[in-house]
Nanobody, 118 residues
């Protein structure tokens, strides 16, 4: 059982920045940051592999968000810049494996609220 502990959410004005952290009890193949806004489906924001650091982003956050990892600390970060009100959501980190070429996320953090005011 992988334990994930998130931190770093909060309230920020539009155009501001926040950094989310996710400390994992152990490393799996991939870590992802997801978000879910009220009334909307959960969406994948970014993911990164522990080995090699391969990463990708949702189109809505490309150029504004950066996902990174610290293997020594088993911690993944999401640096969020130029925040917009539409980025307001509960953000979750998740840990997963590669199954038949598909990333499968099995472990989830408790979520952290990010609110961007206009």
């Amino acid at each position: 059982q992988v334990q994930l502990v998130e931190s770093g959410g909060g309230l920020v004005q539009a155009g501001g920045s926040l950094r989310l952290s996710c400390a994992a009890s152990e490393r799996t193949y991939v870590m992802g940051w997801f978000r879910q806004a009220p009334g909307k489906e959960r969406e994948l924001v970014a993911h990164i592999t522990w080995s090699g650091g391969s990463r990708d982003y949702a189109d809505s956050v490309k150029g504004r968000f950066t996902i990174s990892r610290d293997n020594a600390k088993n911690t993944v970060y999401l640096q969020m810049n130029s925040l917009k009100p539409e980025d307001t959501a509960v953000y979750y980190c998740a840990a997963g494996a590669l199954v038949a070429g598909v990333r499968k996320y099995s472990y989830w953090g408790q979520g952290t609220q990010v609110t961007v005011s206009s």
